[in-house]
């Protein structure tokens, strides 16, 4: 199950997000500001297929040509030790000709996400997840951490929680023990360990399963993502802050911000669609109180990969930051 698919289940609220994300070329065929100094960063899963289409190096100057100035990877294959079938450092080295800097990786190991680390109930219901795995999941953090120092990266990133399991409090410290333990391992090689939120983690233990309406769970006890932050060492691990699926779990994310000022140093800069075009995304509020932390690093990331117009989807999203002064 990829990520695409899994969101799709995720709750009723995230299809209709995904499914509401429709193209208009008004913000691609506007000119496009001045390309600066500003530190614009892209998850390259925004582009889904057309990262690879064609020639790769050209690909990266048409990102820097968009004043996109840090890379956050995707589609790094612990087997193959390749990103998207592309060798390591090829992919480095044509990024780097473009002037692009590989800061960040969304990374799955298999024993983690691919659901080894949760058991299924006999009866086919909800699985649960469980630490037997931790030695595993490790060990496969050790090979990928390795890689990532050859790419320079600064974050290695888990993208959202485990396929199976995670639903009870005790399964959500569980997991906090594996981020806990694996940001200590990927500390040993110099390099941050973080977490990226969805929509879920700002629901309540319960029953149901997180791929289930988020919102019918009754709000007793800690949200998920509270129990993982007080559970995990902030020595070991931080919080990539994606600010339109806390806006899908009802959240603000300035009190976010507010709340975790010292725990957050990274951002996924999003909108239903194009940057700036829903109206659903207060910019500037939220920029201002992350740079007021003292953060840096932030990524556009644009779902709806299948769309064959992410190029230009991204084109317009960076026009859009271009041209807003308080983004640096």
């Not at 485990?162 to 594996?178: H, L, Q, R, T, Y």
């Not at 090689?189 to 233990?205: D, T």
Request: overall charge negative; aromatic content about 10%; some cysteine.
């Amino acid at each position: 199950m990829d990520r695409r698919d899994f969101l799709k289940s995720a709750s009723v609220l995230s299809l209709g997000a995904l499914a509401g994300c429709s193209f208009s070329k008004e913000g691609a065929e506007a000119v496009a500001p001045a390309v600066g100094d500003k530190q614009l960063g892209l998850q390259i899963y925004s582009l889904g297929p057309e990262m690879y289409a064609g020639d790769l190096a050209q690909n990266f100057q048409k990102l820097a040509g968009m004043g996109i100035k840090k890379l956050e990877l995707a589609g790094y294959d612990p087997k193959s030790r390749k990103i998207g079938g592309v060798e390591l450092m090829e992919f480095k080295e044509k990024a780097e000709a473009a002037g692009l800097s590989i800061v960040s990786s969304h990374v799955n190991p298999p024993a983690l996400f691919g659901g080894e680390a949760g058991k299924e109930t006999r009866d086919g219901s909800d699985g649960q997840f469980s630490t037997d795995k931790k030695d595993d999941i490790l060990e496969q953090f050790k090979t990928i951490s390795e890689d990532h120092v050859k790419l320079g990266c600064k974050y290695l990133i888990q993208p959202m929680m485990p396929v199976v399991g995670v639903n009870s409090e005790d399964e959500c410290k569980a997991f906090a023990e594996i981020l806990n333990a694996t940001g200590e391992a990927v500390k040993s090689f110099g390099l941050q360990f973080g977490y990226h939120n969805h929509n879920m983690e700002f629901c309540y233990p319960g029953k149901e399963r997180l791929m289930g309406d988020i919102f019918t769970r009754p709000k007793e006890g800690k949200m998920l993502i509270d129990i993982f932050m007080e559970n995990t060492d902030p020595a070991n691990v931080c919080w990539e802050l994606d600010i339109y699926w806390a806006i899908m779990g009802q959240q603000d994310p300035v009190e976010l911000l507010t709340k975790f000022a010292d725990r957050i140093p990274a951002l996924h800069v999003k909108d239903r669609c194009i940057l700036g075009d829903s109206g659903m995304v207060n910019y500037q509020k939220i920029f201002d109180k992350f740079f007021a932390n003292g953060m840096t690093d932030y990524f556009i990331e644009i779902e709806d990969t299948e769309s064959g117009k992410q190029m230009e989807r991204l084109e317009a999203s960076t026009n859009f930051l271009n041209s807003c002064d308080f983004v640096k």
